[in-house]
């Protein structure tokens, strides 16, 4: 489904989709007709294939319905079979999103979900690579920052002043946070005071990923009107050629629209049966 909602930017990038899965063909059929599926669903009800490319899920056992099934995964190929990268999670409840590996691999732009806060120093946009929250997704979450003319702030590993500093609260279960690593800096000399320290001016990006918890761990959390927020927030001081101002903490969201998993299954003549 996901990938469906992003196959008009995938076909930009000059690329084809096909998925492959152990269901049978009627239960693909079933499937891409109720969800309107327009790309090719193979199946492998044997998963031979899925045993040749070696990402047979060997945390299910054999007997149990979902004996067979991959790791999840997505490799982005190109047209002589060459593998460019591969995007595969351990937990197979859980997914790399489509926009995240276009935003990651291709340079796509993360504008999801946007959001603005400006204070007297800078502006800040908040977005991320999908406005849906669905359970066990991995999405990308944007900071942009836009400095006033004149202002720097300070990058992670300055010493004697306060650097940027961009948290997530904890979202326990519901909300996975994955490590992540802030853009170069340059250094900047001050002459006044006789130091040079590393700095940000004009305009920086930060990504980071999350990954959305399950079903049990984020309905809760959903308010009603269906929507999901994570909250976080940007601590940062900034200074000009004369003076450093107070340091401030700007509250950060990102509000989702949820979505729940495809519980419907195929009619009981196309159903997998415990092997």
């Given amino acids: 489904m996901e990938l469906q909602q992003h196959l008009d930017a995938i076909r930009k990038e000059g690329l084809g989709v096909a998925a492959i899965s152990y269901d049978s063909i009627g239960a693909l059929k079933s499937f891409a007709d109720r969800q309107h599926i327009t790309y090719p669903l193979l199946s492998d009800p044997d998963s031979k294939i899925i045993r040749a490319f070696d990402i047979l899920n060997e945390t299910t056992k054999p007997g149990t319905l979902t004996y067979g099934i991959p790791y999840p995964g997505i490799y982005v190929v190109d047209a002589q079979g060459k593998v460019l990268s591969k995007y595969f999670e351990d937990d197979y409840k859980d997914r790399v999103s489509t926009a995240d590996i276009l935003a990651r691999q291709f340079g796509a732009p993360v504008s999801a979900a946007q959001r603005v806060n400006e204070t007297k120093h800078l502006k800040l946009t908040t977005s991320a690579s999908n406005d849906l929250a669905r359970p066990g997704l991995r999405i990308a979450l944007s900071l942009k920052i836009e400095l006033k003319p004149g202002m720097h702030l300070y990058a992670p590993g300055v010493q004697g002043y306060i650097p940027i500093d961009w948290q997530l609260e904890d979202g326990g279960p519901a909300a996975k946070r994955h490590a992540f690593k802030y853009p170069a800096s340059e250094m900047l000399r001050l002459e006044a005071i006789d130091e040079t320290v590393p700095v940000y001016r004009g305009r920086i990006r930060i990504e980071r990923e999350i990954t959305f918890g399950q079903e049990g761990a984020l309905k ?12 976080g927030s940007f601590r940062y001081q900034a200074c000009d050629d004369r003076k450093c101002y107070l340091p401030q903490d700007v509250r950060l969201e990102w509000h989702f629209k949820y979505e729940g998993l495809d519980r419907q ?11």
């Avoid at 195929?266 to 415990?274: D, G, L, M, V, W």
């Fill in 220 to 231: 809760p959390l959903v308010d009603a009107s269906g929507e999901l927020v994570v909250k």
């Fill in 265 to 275: 299954r195929a009619p009981s003549k196309f159903q997998r049966k415990p092997n």
